[in-house]
């Protein structure tokens, strides 16, 4: 599969000439030929729109297409067609660029269906709510780790109804808080399908292309009251903004406070209720932090307090290892891409990763929220990051610890150059082709996945890895799965190798890819 799209050679497997990757220039093929699958059920896709560079034909009765009276060495080919994705993956274009030697061969291109998350969002009476904003949140996991990203968004009908047209995948359900309902002007708090996690990720609607599944969302309605809040700790100047979690964390609503006039007092909105109030303020110098409970009756309150404590600010330092090269020049700290992920709490959401930022004497440091965080990094050419220490903490195997008022230890960063490489080839049913191979470090290590594309007759090579352990996974899709966790990977059991790169060494690989149908989400 290329960026998404499945490709095959029709009928016989093609020739070295082409699918290989040699230096002989290949012949112009006088015409461009080939067929448009269902990737979920294998049938022909008709009426499918396939361009050619700047040239367009409609698949017939049978999938199949034609492009006479080529004159291109190279082209674009993508395919579009209502109720359809070129890629099953939303973060990938899903547009092929193919050689003479690939557009000589009749194509076989796969495009995936959508799947359909529909529902109707009802009050506590069973009456329909309208104009409720639904978004369907894409679980999905890249050699980062964990993202939450908004896939569709809908507004209920009169009828409370809407649909979420998605890819295939893994998903949330939210409708969002409405401040005041038009209709009954009370606020309608935000509801989450599936509710509820385990210990380590939350719960998710897990949904195939081509398949429909329905959902009834019974977001709590209540009158909203005044909340007085006077603030500690802090200026009261450069306040950022103010979350409301249910006690049950489930719900999360953005708040927005008002100044009433008097010095550190806030006024805002908010339905009955109990919630956990989280604020942030940055005046530009510094950034602090505080946490309260409120509850809220039939009435409004008062004599809220938000208790702030300056954000830690923790100093982030660079070596290099003694056994480097000295005539490499190492990296910068900003170019290994350091960031902390916090581990617990809203691991979910997309805001849990921290940079480093430059500080006065443009040094870099954290400035990090109290939590438990781990820290994740990537190589910078051929340096990368041998150990992370902080106190008598190492940070490549423990988490980072961070207590209110922390700061002053800073964390330690060395890098080192010594690295070793590997190359290989990949067999997708049998036939080179085009894969994602994907290293998983074994030991502890700061980017803990590393990703190669394989070339269209099937070579890999990386001239650069850290010394130590691996497991060896090639797939023809990309794969959005977490690495980190055995179970996930326990499904392609059979397609995992072991690896051990040595500093100085090559190694060699070669792998049998899972092929794109058996990881279709």
Not at 75 to 101: H, M, R, V, W
Not at 145 to 163: E, Y
Not at 340 to 365: C, F, N, W
Request: charged share 15%.
């Amino acid at each position: 599969m290329v960026t998404g799209v499945q490709l095959r050679p029709l009928g016989a497997q093609a020739s070295a000439g082409a699918t290989g990757t040699s230096g002989t220039a290949a012949t112009v093929p006088d015409s461009v030929t080939g067929r448009v699958l269902n990737a979920a059920t294998g049938t022909p896709v008709p009426r499918a729109l396939v361009r050619l560079n700047d040239r367009a034909v409609l698949t017939d009765h049978e999938g199949k297409f034609r492009f006479e009276q080529n004159t291109e060495s190279a082209a674009n080919i993508l395919i579009t067609k209502p109720g359809f994705y070129a890629s099953a993956d939303p973060s990938e274009a899903g547009n092929l660029f193919l050689q003479a030697a690939q557009l000589a061969v009749p194509l076989e291109l796969r495009i995936y269906p959508e799947a359909l998350l529909t529902g109707r969002v009802l009050g506590p009476d069973g009456a329909p709510l309208q104009r409720i904003l639904v978004s369907a949140m894409r679980s999905s996991f890249d050699e980062s780790g964990h993202h939450w990203s908004t896939t569709a968004q809908s507004q209920t009908d009169v009828h409370g109804n809407f649909r979420l047209p998605v890819p295939g995948g893994s998903y949330r359900i939210e409708s969002h808080y409405t401040p005041q309902d038009g209709a009954t002007g009370e606020a309608v708090l935000p509801v989450v399908v599936p509710e509820g996690s385990s210990s380590s990720m939350p719960q998710v609607i897990q949904i195939r292309g081509g398949d429909e599944q329905h959902f009834e969302l019974r977001p709590a309605v209540s009158r909203i009251h005044t909340v007085t809040l006077t603030t500690q700790g802090s200026s009261g100047r450069g306040f950022a903004r103010i979350t409301a979690h249910t006690r049950s964390g489930s719900s999360l609503m953005q708040v927005n406070p008002r100044t009433d006039g008097a010095l550190g007092a806030m006024t805002m909105e908010l339905p009955q209720g109990s919630y956990v109030l989280t604020a942030w303020m940055n005046n530009g110098e510094s950034s602090a932090e505080a946490e309260t409970t409120v509850t809220v009756p039939d009435h409004d309150v008062s004599g809220v307090v938000l208790q702030f404590a300056p954000i830690p600010s923790i100093p982030v330092e660079l070596s290099v290892d003694s056994e480097s090269a000295a005539i490499n020049n190492p990296p910068q700290l900003q170019q290994l891409g350091l960031t902390l992920q916090k581990e617990e709490v809203d691991i979910e959401r997309g805001d849990s990763s921290i940079r480093p930022t430059m500080v006065r004497d443009h040094s870099y440091a954290f400035t990090v929220p109290t939590g438990n965080y781990r820290l994740q990094a990537r190589m910078s050419g051929s340096w990368y990051i041998k150990s992370v220490n902080y106190g008598d903490s190492d940070l490549l195997q423990q988490e980072l610890v961070v207590a209110p008022g922390a700061a002053g230890a800073p964390i330690r960063v060395t890098v080192s150059d010594q690295t070793g490489s590997l190359q290989g080839a990949v067999l997708v049913n049998g036939s080179p082709g085009v894969c994602w191979i994907y290293l998983i470090s074994s030991g502890p290590s700061a980017q803990s996945v590393f990703s190669l594309r394989s070339g269209t007759d099937g070579s890999f090579s990386s001239a650069h890895l850290p010394p130590g352990s691996y497991q060896a996974l090639a797939s023809e899709r990309r794969l959005s799965v977490n690495f980190r966790d055995p179970a996930s990977l326990a499904p392609y059991s059979s397609y995992v190798h072991n690896v051990t790169i040595e500093a100085g060494d090559k190694s060699t690989l070669n792998l049998d890819a899972a092929p794109a149908l058996a990881v279709m989400p």
